[in-house]
């Protein structure tokens, strides 16, 4: 049997009452949500053809305009702008059968300085969905898919989504939060980012406190490439140095602040990944853990943000975690008390919540 096939003899569950009205509610909407799954794909689309930021400027067009303007074929482009006006995102004028961007959606579309710069969300989540069936073998097996097994959507999209969040708010809102961390990176403090992917928020620290020194670790060696290159990009390369290593054997001792973001529920092993944070931190450092959005019950979390994470936890985090030793996935949406758990097995003492927005929990963790 392959992945997605059905079993040849469907178990047929017991008869129970239906109420015609809310059945129909129900199909009516899963017609929504199949639109919704597609328009992921078409957002996607839209950002690599170049078609919103060609409708940046709010004028009005037509298919054969935005198709000669993006050097694309019409029919596409003709399709693709119904599809953006059923869903609300183009405005539609019948009278002049033209398609207009408003400008919330051109932000958040076309504007890579905007907070709410999206493009990068629906990337991760399409390049998620497309691994779907080798998840579904695993979820048989209870075997695990590492992120390096994923196809590049996933990690450009993840990066994209999460640097967002970090230019918006890292240098003067979360490590501002942190007790006495922003006047040691002024002065020259050593730092460690724990799986930090293709380094954004390393750079981003970098850039920020220009006499401190920064080592950014992850253990899939693709991310470690891009992250030294966009070093180099950044002129920050001498004081930054970027390795493939696991969270429970990056390089290095006696650092006054370490940082993992949006990573350790994604680990298999985080309490032996705090543990080496704990080795490695001086007497006075901090270990800033910035994680997904969650509360610490599974109805704390029944809600947008809340959704989307814990599809992305299925399809993405939890096999990552289980793919590697120990396995504990812990779920994108562990909450604090979870983590608090983690830090103190692992030997910290001090534990405390500082700062958050609607997609992030900034927590700071002290021995």
């Known amino acids: 049997m392959t992945t997605t096939e059905l079993p040849t003899t469907p178990v047929q569950p017991a008869p129970r009452p239906v109420d015609p009205e809310k059945l129909m509610a129900f199909v009516f909407r899963t017609v929504e949500e199949v639109g919704a799954s597609l328009n992921t794909a078409l957002v996607v689309m839209g950002d690599a053809l170049g078609y919103y930021r060609a409708m ?3 004028a009005a067009t037509t298919p054969s305009e935005l198709a000669e303007r993006t050097g694309t074929d019409e029919h596409y482009a003709r399709e693709w702008l119904a599809a953006q006006a059923a869903g609300s995102y183009v405005d539609y004028d019948p009278a002049t059968r ?4 408003p400008a919330e959606q051109a932000a958040a579309l076309t504007d890579e300085t905007s907070p709410a710069y999206l493009p990068g969300f629906f990337q991760i989540a399409h390049g998620t969905v497309r691994d779907a069936a080798a998840v579904i073998g695993a979820a048989r097996t209870g075997d695990g898919i590492g992120w390096h097994a994923h196809n590049g959507d996933v990690h450009i999209g993840c990066e994209r989504f999460f640097r967002t969040m970090y230019n918006a708010h890292l240098i003067d809102e979360w490590l501002p939060a942190l007790e006495g961390v922003v006047e040691k990176l002024e002065r020259g403090a050593t730092v460690a980012d724990v799986g930090c992917g293709h380094g954004a928020s390393t750079i981003l620290m970098a850039r920020s406190f220009p006499r401190s020194t920064f080592v950014g670790s992850d253990y899939h060696a693709g991310s470690i490439e891009v992250a030294r290159r966009r ?10 140095r970027f390795e493939v290593a696991p969270a429970t054997e990056f390089t290095g001792s006696g650092y006054d602040l370490v940082t993992t973001f949006d990573a350790l529920h994604d680990m298999g092993d985080p309490v032996g990944a705090a543990r080496h944070v704990r080795r490695t931190l001086a007497d006075d450092g901090t270990w800033m853990i910035v994680e997904p959005m969650a509360g610490d019950r599974v109805e704390d979390n029944l809600n947008p943000v809340g959704r989307a994470y814990y599809g992305f936890s299925t399809l993405l985090c939890t096999p990552a975690s289980l793919s590697q030793d120990v396995g504990l996935a812990l779920g994108t949406q562990a909450g604090p008390a979870r983590i608090r758990d983690v830090a103190t097995t692992a030997g910290f003492s001090r534990f405390q919540p500082v700062a958050g927005t609607p997609f992030n929990n900034v927590l700071e963790v002290r021995p």
Do not use: F, K, Q
Not at 98 to 101: A, E, F, Q, R, V
Not at 231 to 240: C, F, S
């Open 98 to 101: 033209t398609y207009t961007l």
């Open 56 to 58: 940046a400027d709010g």
């Open 231 to 240: 070093a180099e990009e950044a002129g920050v390369a001498d004081r930054v």
